[in-house]
């Protein structure tokens, strides 16, 4: 588990610490929806507590935080038993590892980085009977930054269309996380491919309506382009611990 470090700031400070960081966040989603003409409230705020231990994500729940989401699974999972008295959704964003699905069919309601299909089989078949289907995004990659993981674009619409014949498994979206990019017509660029690909691929009965894009450092410009959930660690949390 996460080991606060001697420059953390104790109990009730990191508390108040965390309440303050996410009402500057709420209210920077807010500004962006104005500016870019979005509806109100359109732009669902992920929490992305890896690396951030439980009393954090405690405090983030304090302020009103519901969704949270996390890389490293056998951290989560820990983490999950913790804090299993809160109401909480939890959301992967990590890599996924093939003999890792069974974990995260019964323990997530969301899943963010889905991209091979052998995943979302066993996912399908390891989701338990009793839950709501699992919640999916599939994962794009736009940058062709090898290191991200993601199917290329070309590859979706097949993906897409495989997963839905598959039960216990609810395509909702797709997500992306681009390679860093300097100003802001820059960042606007990878986005606004993801969601011409949401429009060219959905219909009435499968409308992929989840953009899941947008960090603490570009979430400006993914709302701008459509984002319907950003994922925001640092901004929420501060920086994560290293070790
Ligand atoms: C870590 C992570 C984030 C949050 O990044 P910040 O820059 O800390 O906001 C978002 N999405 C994914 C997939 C991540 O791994």
Not at 86 to 94: K, V
Request: charged share 25%; with cysteine.
């Amino acid at each position: 588990m996460t080991t606060p470090r001697p420059n953390d700031p104790p109990g009730e400070d990191a508390t108040a610490d965390i309440a303050a960081r996410l009402q500057r966040v709420r209210a920077e989603i807010a500004a962006a929806e104005r500016r870019h003409a979005r509806p109100t409230r359109s732009v669902a705020l992920l929490a992305v507590s890896k690396r951030q231990g439980p009393d954090k994500i405690r405090a983030a729940h304090a302020a009103g935080q519901r969704l949270f989401g996390e890389s490293y699974l056998q951290e989560a999972i820990e983490k999950q038993a913790e804090l299993a008295e809160l109401d909480l959704e939890w959301h992967f964003i990590g890599r996924i590892q093939g003999n890792k699905t069974r974990a995260i069919a019964e323990r997530f309601d969301w899943v963010h980085s889905l991209c091979e299909l052998r995943h979302a089989r066993r996912l399908a078949e390891q989701r338990p009977d009793g839950r709501p289907p699992l919640q999916v995004c599939i994962q794009v990659n736009l940058s062709s930054e090898s290191s991200k993981g993601g199917l290329p674009p070309g590859a979706v619409a097949e993906f897409v269309n495989a997963c839905e014949d598959l039960p216990r498994l609810a395509v909702r979206g797709l997500m992306t996380l681009p390679a860093p990019a300097g100003t802001l017509t820059e960042q606007r660029a990878p986005f606004r491919a993801l969601r011409r690909l949401r429009d060219a691929l959905a219909t009435p009965a499968r409308p992929l309506e989840v953009l899941s894009m947008g960090m603490s450092d570009d979430l400006e410009a993914a709302i701008a382009e459509g984002a319907t959930l950003v994922r925001i660690g640092t901004a929420v949390f501060g920086p994560r611990p290293t070790a």
